[in-house]
């Protein structure tokens, strides 16, 4: 793929270099520890990759999809701290994209700059208890009060909320069946009527808190509406979309990663008096793996080119999605298997790569959801 790029492109997944080893520091310890990793933010946000997409104006870098994509799949291959890399994620296409496509000036002006260096942590409310994907289905209501809206409810699953200071929240403003009965909201964090729950253990990605919301007649100003009463639904497809690009070609790099360490491993480890990648059995496996990486990339890349052309890509997104989370689990369980006992053990970073993997099959709807929206497009 290097050679798709330009040396701009490549200078800007480049500059990660410096930091990739400090990024790393710790990660197993605070995997286990479920601990976020405020000093990585920081030094991740110092290279300015949280601003690639956004206006200059706001302190962005002013790039295209595609060239975002690239340095964040650079991303994903050189840091191992997973958590770290979707919290960065969720973060950019939370609170910024949703501004920078939706929001009024005032809402960029106030937020975006410290969405783009980091200063701010941006979250967004989605799911629910009782709806999960059917986001169509949520209960939270937003009621109009004079020069105000009035939320009630709760939010499942909030990935950055322990540590967010706004979250981009979608409502019910409307009984109307469909999508115009959603709005989305810039809601700070200390906003009255606002609580956050506690932490929640997970299976992977632990260094990316997520927690529950509760909305108990939180006052939010109606010019923290982003884009137009009864358009959330517009600005959550174009959050997801984004989402699905972004957060899983930070995947692929995970992928590549993968097969660099397993190939090394395959060569250099010995087993009945010869390395373990003469073995076909091992040998086929990195196969299927690098064939995975390749496979997604091009689904991602692809789909990226199409959606910033204009095309209909409702179908390659989830394609793009499925192909990807999918190729991940299986890459990450492939790797367990080649490093055998060490790939077990925590202390080597093998293990979380699974756990982590297993996540992607369920975020920015579950495999089985996919495989539904592709099943109705083709006319089933």
């Known amino acids: 793929m290097m050679a798709d790029f330009t040396k701009d492109q490549q200078a800007l997944r480049d500059g990660l270099a410096p930091v990739l080893e400090k990024l790393d520091e710790g990660h197993v310890e605070r995997d286990a520890a479920a601990e976020f990793p405020r000093e990585a933010w920081r030094r991740l946000a110092g290279t300015g990759i949280l601003g690639l997409p956004f206006d200059e104006r706001y302190g962005g870098l002013g790039q295209s999809l595609t060239t975002t994509m690239y340095v964040l799949e650079g991303l994903g291959e050189g840091c191992r701290d997973a958590g770290l890399n979707f919290s960065a994620c969720t973060h950019m296409v ?65 990935s950055n909320g322990p540590v967010a200071d706004v979250f981009t929240v979608y409502a019910r403003t409307s009984d109307r069946p469909g999508p115009l009965s959603i709005t989305a909201f810039l809601v700070d964090r200390d906003t009255p009527g606002l609580t956050l729950g506690r932490p929640l253990a997970k299976m992977g990605l632990r260094t990316s808190p997520l927690c529950e919301l509760y909305f108990d007649d939180c006052r939010v100003p109606a010019d923290r509406v982003v884009g137009r009463p009864g358009g959330g639904f517009l600005v959550l497809d174009h959050v997801m979309r984004w989402e699905i690009l972004c957060s899983f070609v930070i995947n692929a790099g995970e992928m590549q990663r993968r097969v660099d360490a397993c190939v090394r491993y395959a060569q250099t480890r010995s087993q009945f008096g010869q390395p373990i990648g003469s073995y076909q059995a091992v040998s086929h496996k990195i196969v299927d793996m690098a064939t995975g990486v390749e496979t997604s990339r091009r689904w991602l890349y692809e789909t990226a080119r199409r959606m910033t052309a204009g095309d209909n890509v409702t179908r390659d997104i989830a394609m793009a999605k499925l192909v990807t989370s999918e190729a991940n689990v299986a890459s990450a369980l492939a790797a367990v298997q080649i490093f055998g006992g060490n790939g077990y053990m925590a202390e080597f970073g093998i293990e979380s790569q699974l756990r982590n993997a297993v996540a992607g099959t369920i975020y920015s709807g579950t495999s089985e959801t996919q495989r539904n929206r592709i099943a109705a497009l083709l006319g089933l």
Do not use: W
């Open 94 to 158: 939370a609170a910024g994209v949703p501004l920078q496509r939706f929001g009024s000036d005032a809402l960029k002006e106030r937020h975006l700059p410290g969405i783009c260096t980091g200063e701010l942590i941006g979250a967004h409310a989605i799911s629910e208890p009782d709806s999960g994907s059917d986001a169509l289905a949520m209960r939270t209501r937003a009621v109009r009060d004079g020069d105000a809206y009035v939320l009630n409810g709760s939010k499942a699953f909030v």
